[in-house]
């Protein structure tokens, strides 16, 4: 796959490229729709990449190309603002944009080639890792210092205010700060972490994709951010909380009292249960207790089915046959609405599981899933 991006650089360019880089996409193990609440999340990188050739041009003109879309986007330095004719390129745009209005300098322009192995829309963040692999990018040319920390912040900063969506920082602190065979513990409300070892012996993570294509995500989901701030905005009349993460299980009964919307009641109670059960899956992972893993992910899948209505019946599908095919548990993994589902599987099954789990999906749906194995590795890099 970066053979295809310098390939097509030369082709466009004619020149080889100077930098070759790459971003991982990635999982989300449990810990959903919580980062933007202040809560611990648990998502580690996966070995399919987003590649990027890039090289140095004379004048101030930005120009990018991806291998799945024929169209060349040029921009120049001075002219980068937002507009909503913008595609995919809108991601590496905004990058250059917010750095430039933080006050960075970007003296002159880039030729970039991408090419991705991460099917866009799949819910395995495409989009944050275009952002960070940008971010990287442009860091390492302009020799602009960033550490992983700050390219984490400038991506979320440019996928909220240039690129419209509420996101939370899983995503790109993730593809920023990935390691190798761990999985990183998130405490979103502090960007605090720790990585934890994803060694579980016989049994793995596998992937499941729906191949909906996904629709109207960005509202959908700014629509649950909003109704979490209005949650957490009646709730701080009652309790000195930031984060609706801050509440305990045992607070839910007087939140239930308090809050007279229901529907807002069902979104606070996924967010504080699924809280806890990161905490109860670190301790699980420690022991390596997969069986109790296994509970945790289906309990997770069943929240973000009932409570916080993100899976749709795409998903549900993938979890229930899932489960059919014998793994120990599954679950959605990141935003939802169609996109990814993972399952905790043993490693020997592996084949007779995936056969299973496509069988049914399509006689179930209509559509071909797809079910691989994936290694768990380092964050965005210089090649
Ligand atoms: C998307 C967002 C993340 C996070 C997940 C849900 O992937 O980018 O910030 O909110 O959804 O957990």
Redesign the pocket.
């Known amino acids: 796959m970066s053979k295809l991006a310098i390939e097509q650089y030369k082709q466009i360019f004619k020149s080889e490229p100077s930098y070759l880089y790459r971003a991982p996409a990635r999982i989300?193990l449990i810990g959903?729709?919580?980062?933007?609440n202040g809560g611990k999340?648990l998502p580690a990188c996966i070995s399919k990449y987003i590649y990027a050739s890039v090289g140095k041009r004379d004048d101030e003109q930005i120009i990018l190309k991806t291998t799945f879309d024929g169209d060349l986007r040029q921009k120049s330095l001075q002219n980068l603002a937002f507009n909503n004719e913008m595609g995919w390129e809108k991601y590496p745009l905004g990058v250059f944009y917010i750095l430039k209005q933080k006050g960075y300098e970007i003296p002159f322009g880039l030729n970039i080639v991408f090419d991705s192995e991460i099917p866009m829309a799949s819910g395995l963040?495409s989009s944050?890792a275009l952002l960070d692999l940008t971010v990287y990018l442009v860091s390492d040319i302009y020799a602009l210092g960033l550490d992983r920390k700050q390219i984490t912040l400038i991506a979320q900063e440019v996928e909220n205010s240039y690129c419209q969506l509420k996101?939370?920082?899983?995503?790109q602190a993730i593809i920023a700060l990935g390691k190798e065979k761990h999985a990183l513990l998130l405490d979103c409300a502090s960007f605090t972490y720790t990585y934890c070892p994803m060694d579980l012996g016989d049994y793995e993570f596998v992937v499941m994709q729906t191949n909906k294509p996904r629709k109207l995500i960005e509202s959908k989901?700014n629509e649950r951010v909003d109704e979490c701030q209005r949650a957490l905005a009646i709730l701080k009349n009652h309790y000195s909380i930031n984060n609706l993460a801050e509440l305990k299980v045992s607070d839910l009964k007087k939140v239930e009292s308090l809050l007279s919307d229901a529907l807002l009641y069902k979104r606070v109670r996924h967010v504080v249960k699924e809280n806890q059960r990161v905490y109860d899956f670190i301790e699980a992972m420690k022991k390596g207790d997969v069986k109790t893993l296994g509970r945790l992910l289906n309990e997770s899948h069943l929240s973000l089915k009932e409570d916080y209505e993100v899976t749709g019946q795409h998903l549900d599908s993938l979890y229930e046959v899932a489960l059919q095919a014998n793994a120990l548990g599954a679950r959605m993994t990141?935003?939802g609405f169609g996109g990814c589902a993972i399952a905790l599987i043993k490693k020997s099954d592996f084949s007779s599981f995936a056969c299973k789990v496509k069988e049914s999906y399509k006689k179930d749906i209509g559509i071909d899933a797809d079910v691989y194995e994936v290694d768990i590795v380092d964050g965005v890099n210089r090649l």
């Open positions: 989300n959903e729709h919580i980062d933007y999340v963040s944050a996101s939370g920082i899983m995503d989901y990141g935003a």
